[in-house]
């Protein structure tokens, strides 16, 4: 007699197997959890299952913030918002040998504050920086390992989407997480950037020095970035301020995005159709994910693997830092198959409930699953560069033709070098993470 844990375990394989035939992530979690459902309990199960889950899903309040954040990013690209932070920074630091990529590590910080998805960041600052950078004879690899690598800033540095499913899943406070992001965010930026300059210094030849601009023309481009500043101030000092929730802060962000972007004269009605568009596409497809792993985790629950797994992992004779350790090794295995979404919404419900069981510095339950989302998202973001997929190198490659893939994987090392870092400070030293959630949630 096949066993519910041989059950749970065959939809998982059957689950990688129709990602690994390109079968679109939703389905590819769907269809397994559905066939898994139905054998471990009876057609009118999953046919009450699917009824109440899907409206169940899509009736959460909370989650109508995902669309609000990608309106606003929407609206940032198509307005023109990201020209003016590439063109300010690059008026500040363009002139150092490697200032150019430096400038587009910090707009992509800047805009990762109006966008909240790391594909979008990078897609719309590679637009704009890579033209610049290879006029002044930048070496590709150079540019397109700091263009992939600093559109990961689009996830870390709030507001964020896979964030915000995290806060959702875990039912934790998106402010607060919002607020923990914050120090990660800014190291990964100033890590970045020192990575540009060592590797400019050690390599002369990637990268020309600029000639530096007049301290008025500095001065001027710095002033155009101020509905950027603006939009940031407004949503995130009312979100904690207390003004209002993040839900209502994104569809603020959204409007003045909009409003700010039509009196600048850069949006159009072809921009907001695009716009408009690209948000429907891109939250259709989240919450076609949503759905799929929905189903999945419904199936795992049935055959108790996560209270397995859970119980397992709380007997097991190992520090917990060292579990917790090899949670963040299998995101980054995960990510070499998986898009950030879907790694989440699968294994959240499974790994969560068994990272909370641990004791790991004394920290109280929220603390630990801030913490622990921080974390994730950070590992998250190493996915997005690291061979052999890379999510993101593939957007920069597909706009920067001119620079075999190789060459971007090969300037992205360094990049990770300081990821794990990062990562590894943060993970043995949580109070730097949650020292902004001790500041404004007191």
């Known amino acids: 007699m096949t066993t519910p844990t041989a059950i749970g375990l065959t939809m998982f394989g059957g689950m990688l197997l129709l990602m690994a035939l390109r079968v679109p992530i939703a389905a590819a979690m769907f269809v397994p959890g559905a066939l898994g459902y139905l054998t471990l309990t009876d057609a009118t199960a999953l046919l009450n299952l699917l009824k109440g889950s899907s409206v169940a899903r899509l009736s959460v309040y909370d989650l109508s913030v995902i669309p609000l954040f990608l309106l606003m990013g929407q609206f940032a690209t198509q307005g023109g918002l990201s020209r003016a932070l590439f063109k300010a920074a690059a008026a500040f630091v363009g002139h150092v040998r490697g200032g150019l990529a430096m400038a587009s590590v910090l707009s992509a910080a800047a805009f990762g504050a109006v966008c909240g998805s790391s594909v ?241 510095f004394g920290l109280a339950p929220d603390a630990k699953a801030i913490w622990f989302g921080i974390l994730v998202l950070m590992t998250v973001g190493i996915g997005l560069v690291a061979p052999p997929v890379g999510l993101n190198v593939y957007v920069v490659n597909g706009l920067a033709r001119d620079v075999p893939m190789q060459e971007t994987y090969k300037g992205v090392f360094p990049f990770l070098a300081t990821d794990v870092a990062r990562l590894l400070v943060l993970m043995f030293f949580p109070s730097l993470t949650l020292a902004f959630v001790s500041l404004f949630f007191r």
């Open 120 to 360: 979008a960041t990078s897609a719309t600052i590679t637009q704009v920086a890579y033209p610049e950078m290879k006029a002044h004879g930048y070496h590709g690899r150079l540019s397109t390992a700091a263009l992939a690598s600093g559109g990961t800033l689009g996830i870390l540095i709030p507001p964020s989407v896979p964030l915000v499913v995290y806060a959702i899943l875990t039912e934790q406070n998106i402010a607060k997480l919002f607020a923990a992001a914050m120090v990660p965010g800014v190291l990964a930026m100033l890590g970045y950037m020192a990575v540009i300059y060592v590797v400019c210094r050690l390599r002369p030849q990637l990268a020309a020095p600029s000639e530096p601009l007049p301290w008025s023309q500095r001065w001027a481009a710095l002033i155009g970035v101020w509905p950027i500043a603006a939009i940031f101030v407004v949503v995130f000092g009312g979100i904690y301020g207390g003004l209002f929730s993040p839900t209502e802060g994104a569809a603020v962000g959204a409007a003045g995005t909009f409003v700010i972007g039509l009196a600048q004269r850069e949006l159009n009605w072809g921009g907001i159709a695009k716009s408009f568009l690209g948000t429907a596409e891109t939250s259709a497809m989240v919450f076609m994910i949503f759905l799929g792993a929905d189903m999945m985790n419904a199936s795992l629950a049935v055959t108790q693997m996560p209270a397995q797994i859970a119980n397992w992992v709380g007997h097991l004779q190992v520090p917990p830092l060292g579990i917790v350790g090899c949670v963040l090794l299998l995101y980054v295995v995960l990510g070499c198959v998986m898009d950030e979404l879907s790694m989440l919404l699968l294994t959240i419900p499974v790994i969560f409930p068994a990272v909370m069981g641990l004791e790991l």
